[in-house]
């Protein structure tokens, strides 16, 4: 209820007081007062004044903004905008987030309401394989192209903030964009509209002043405490300068905490991803084996047959599979968009390199076309490797990426070709051991980040080690077994022994066992800084 106004004299009656109050009516008052009235002309002048009075000019763009003193966590916004866009079960656009303060002297609680920032450089864009993102030259909004997706799902990895949402029904993509056809005949977006407090409008920014205040203002280095400007417990905005203003008259200390900050939870494992990313580095570090072994024409024909299987095992991760091909179109800046157009030559390469050797006018092409095939091969690893990095995910830095990704390139390559080559004798047990060493390096080093059960201030990396360590607790152990099994312990005993290639392909699918449950994990336990949610809100 609206508090009373002070009465300014003591002659003032409680009629006097009652009627003041009516003069302060709240949105829905004012609504439900010309929906009565049937003035429609007042209707449109209330939802005109949650738009800006111009449209954007040059260097400038609509952003919504949200006055966090008015947003009491209703979800009025998240009704509206499932209902007028006609989202899945499930699906939402928009949502609800909380923030406290966990500090007894300073209690605090705000909720927050959120949906697409509409960024001044939006990852969903620049990572997307087939140019299914478009940012409008005049009104800055992102617009997603629901008939060019093949749902790939890079760009939820891409977007720090988790816009994008997949649709298993449809095979596709989809996301907020700001209701740009209500926007286009002057009428606010659905979650504007739908405010009870009027908590959310659209306001103009200039996105060269967003820049210097996202990237500039902060010294390199500072706690992501903090140098989040953008609002507290969210990823950081120099990553995609968001553009969505929150404002609020009251201070906003930079140690709120989100909701859900403490919760744990497994992320998607894209099962198709981890076969394909190990076995398209199984068969590079054949490929690189082919160059210095003689003859290598098995090598090279693994080469090709693991690389086409790989790919192909690949495109049941997408949701539409028959427009895979247009997956190059992003290649100025998609490292997804490189990664193909590098592993899609790699396998015409391994394949004629194979057929060099028996086919006798191309012997002579034989070292070349080797040489190529590695090289395509490394650049291939190099760019699956920054398509994860690129996300800007703690789990998946370039050299936790690079050192996990080429490891099982040097550990199955050298596993593979002992096992195809039958060759036991100490440089390739010493490489496959380097190898070994190498991928637990890299591994063990996320324990590091493991804090008790008892803390209330997690990072990322806090969230991925706890993962790992309780409820992945019996794959890790597994995956850490399978690799010191296969290539450790039963190569010595074959090198000692100078047994036969039996048990080294034994050996061989311990390792890949092995590296897939790594891979698994490394999908899995990955823990992104995201905008605050909410339990309970």
Known sequence: MTPLPPAPDDNRTLVDALLAEQQQLTAVERFAQSHERGDFSEREKNYRRLLPATTPATGQQYAFEVDLDKCSGCKACVTACHSLNGLDE????????????????????????????????????????????????????????DDQCIGCQYCVMKCPYEVPQYSTKRGIVR???????????????????????????????????????????????????????????????????????????????????????????????????????????????????AVFLEPAKWLSLVTAVVAALAINIASLHLGKPLKAWRAFLGWRKSWFSREVIVFGNLIPLAATSATTHWITPLAPFQKPLAIATAVAGLLGVLCS????????????????????????????????????????????????????????????????????????????????????????????????????????????????????????????????????????????????VKMPGGVGV
């Open 90 to 145: 499930g699906e939402t656009w928009r949502s609800v987030g909380l923030l406290f303060s966990d500090d007894w002297r300073a209690p605090q609680q705000q909720t927050v309401t959120t949906a697409c920032h509409h960024c001044v450089e939006p990852g969903c864009l620049e990572g997307c394989p087939v140019l299914a993102y478009d940012k409008d030259p005049v009104t800055g909004i992102v617009r997603h192209l």
């Open 175 to 289: 996301k907020c964009d700001m209701c740009a056809n209500r926007l286009a005949v002057g009428e606010a977006p659905a979650c504007a509209q739908a405010c009870p407090n009027e908590a959310i409008r659209i306001t103009l920014v200039e996105t060269n002043v967003m820049k210097v205040n996202f990237r500039t203002q902060i010294p390199a280095g500072s706690s992501p405490v903090v140098e989040n400007k953008f609002l507290p417990s969210s990823p950081l905005p120099r990553i995609t300068i968001p553009t969505t203003r929150y404002k609020s008259a009251k201070p906003m200390p930079a140690n709120l905490l989100g909701g859900d900050h403490a919760l744990t939870a497994p992320a998607h494992a894209h099962t198709p991803l981890v076969f394909m990313l190990v076995l398209s580095q199984l068969a590079v570090g054949v490929s690189v084996a």
């Open 385 to 528: 490797a920054m398509i994860y990095a690129d996300t800007h995910r703690e789990f998946w830095r370039v050299s936790q990426c690079l050192g996990k990704f080429f490891g099982t390139t040097l550990l199955l390559g050298t596993a593979s070709t002992m096992a195809v080559t039958g060759s036991l004798n100490f440089p390739w047990l010493a490489l496959l051991l380097t190898g070994v060493a190498v991928k637990l390096g890299f591994e063990q080093r996320i324990y590091r980040d493991y804090v008790d059960d008892d803390a209330i201030t997690l990072t990322a990396l806090n969230k991925t080690a706890r993962l790992l360590s309780g409820e992945f607790g019996l794959i890790a152990r597994l995956r850490v077994a399978c690799l010191i099994l296969g290539g450790v312990f039963l190569p010595v005993l074959l090198a000692v022994n100078h047994q036969g290639r039996a048990l080294m392909a034994v050996a061989l699918t311990l390792c890949v066992i092995g590296e897939l449950l790594e891979r698994y994990l490394f999908f899995t336990a990955v823990a992104p």
